[in-house]
């Protein structure tokens, strides 16, 4: 026999469950978003592709997108970074990105970072200079296989950061691109926590919420040489190899738009349902 | 209703017509949902505005904009296999923060050229890392490699392929 408090209850739990969107557990297909997108009129929904076969480690976008967009230089905080990962035969995964990948990687030591024991109390200080900084060296012969990941901001078509945002200083753009008002941020620091890929931060100079905004100064005006396209952002514009490309999944001719839809593609931590904008080929099960 | 539950009601109303009046002198006129709604479309819609033209002036102008006036550097490295390197990757953005171009004549900034061993060695230092396009490219042992000079005092950047100087 059933009691009244015990049908009561899962009665509640029932509805709640059945009310559950379906759409919380949708994967994300490519395809399906541009004939969406396409539908609703808008011309321009930006998307990022990363070749990380073509990805050498180089770090000129690390240092372009700094001086870009004006974020000071020797402050240990980027829009934009480069990491690499070394996975060698006895299955551990060695991954780092010494400054952000600014420098480039110059030595074949993995960077372990300051270690915390070796560090005084007060780390925040200057932990570069008060603790230990320690590397790793890896044996050539040991690497099963090793490889760049440059990360920058998903632009996310369901944006955790803007969601917990209290005062509506973050928002999404019409053309998918994802903003923040400096004048009107107050620095709660909730979307830096919200964001579960890791690239927001405070800015240093304006204390307020920075990231990846696909150089949206640059995006929105035409190229000067060709006034057709729109400039590209200032990594994709430095990276020697072609390993980073801009393009908007609207417009079924672009050559990324192709590449995302005959091509195999992954993005960063879909099970979290942000439905992520940036693509990566070549993309590894280690890589988070 | 009796007097002790009156008064701070009269109270609370004045504080939320306070609210209210002070809200329309605060909150800017084009404050407001925009095209994804209140969950993701909240904002100023002149930020955007602001992010398009305003906040960040544009620096990296690209190889093509170097063309003219550079023509013998721009075309003597497209011969080459670092024609894929863009200039600014090497001589720094055209452009500062304050919106000047290397195109204005009179106050033009000067190029600070990154001649660095460590510039070259973001490609040219051995990684022999299987699956990444780094492994195929001819690396130096800079510890062994003529240690204390520059890479351009013998090798031209561009004209890598073309002998030692």
Aim: with cysteine; hydrophobic share 35%.
């Amino acid at each position: 026999m059933i009691s009244r408090r015990k049908f009561l209850k899962n009665t509640a739990l029932g509805i709640a469950g059945g009310a559950l969107s379906l759409a919380a557990f949708e994967i994300i297909d490519p395809k399906k978003l541009m004939a969406l997108e396409a539908a609703d009129g808008k011309k321009i929904r930006w998307v990022f592709l990363v070749d990380t076969y073509k990805c050498v480690g180089c770090g000129m976008c690390v240092k372009a997108c700094k001086l870009e967009n004006e974020i000071p230089y020797d402050a240990s905080v980027t829009r934009t970074w480069v990491e690499r990962y070394v996975l060698t035969k006895d299955g551990k995964v060695h991954a780092d990105t010494p400054k952000g990948a600014r420098d480039g990687f110059t030595t074949s030591k993995i960077d372990l970072g300051v270690s915390e024991e070796a560090a005084p109390k007060d780390i925040l200080a200057k932990p570069e200079e008060n603790g230990v900084h320690t590397y790793e060296d890896i044996n050539p012969a040991d690497i099963d296989k090793a490889f760049f990941v440059p990360k920058l901001c998903n632009q996310c078509e369901n944006p955790p950061c803007v969601q917990v945002c209290p005062v509506g200083a973050t928002y999404q753009a019409p053309d998918g691109v994802v903003l923040v008002d400096r004048t009107w941020c107050i620095g709660c620091g909730y979307c830096i926590m919200g964001c579960p890929y890791g690239v927001r931060f405070f800015h240093p100079v304006y204390h307020t919420a920075e990231k990846c905004n696909f150089c949206y100064h640059r995006i929105t005006k035409p190229d000067p040489q060709n006034p057709k396209t729109f400039m590209k952002t200032a990594c994709v514009q430095a990276c020697p190899f072609g390993a980073r490309q801009i393009g908007n999944i609207k417009d079924p001719n672009d050559p990324v738009t192709k590449i995302i839809m005959t091509e195999r593609v992954g993005v960063l931590k879909e099970e979290y349902g942000t439905k992520p904008q940036v693509f990566y080929i070549g993309l590894d099960k280690e890589v988070r | 209703m009796k007097n002790h539950v009156l008064r701070p009601f009269i109270v609370f109303l004045g504080i939320v017509a306070l609210i209210l009046i002070a809200r329309i002198f605060l909150v800017p006129k084009d404050f407001g949902i925009g095209e994804r709604g209140y969950m993701y479309g909240w904002h100023r819609h002149g930020n955007e505005e602001e992010w398009k033209n305003q906040i960040i002036k544009v620096k990296y102008m690209g190889k093509e904009y170097c063309k003219d006036c550079h023509a013998d550097k721009y075309g003597s490295i497209n011969k080459t296999p670092h024609r894929i390197i863009p200039c600014e990757d090497c001589h720094g953005p055209a452009g500062t923060p304050e919106g000047i171009v290397h195109y204005d004549a009179d106050k033009r900034p000067k190029l600070p050229i990154d001649k660095s061993r460590a510039q070259c060695l973001r490609c040219h230092y051995p990684l022999p890392y299987p699956t990444s396009g780094r492994s195929k490219i001819r690396s130096i042992d800079p510890d062994k490699h003529n240690p204390d000079i520059e890479c351009s005092s013998c090798h031209n950047p561009h004209n890598p392929m073309g002998g030692l100087r």
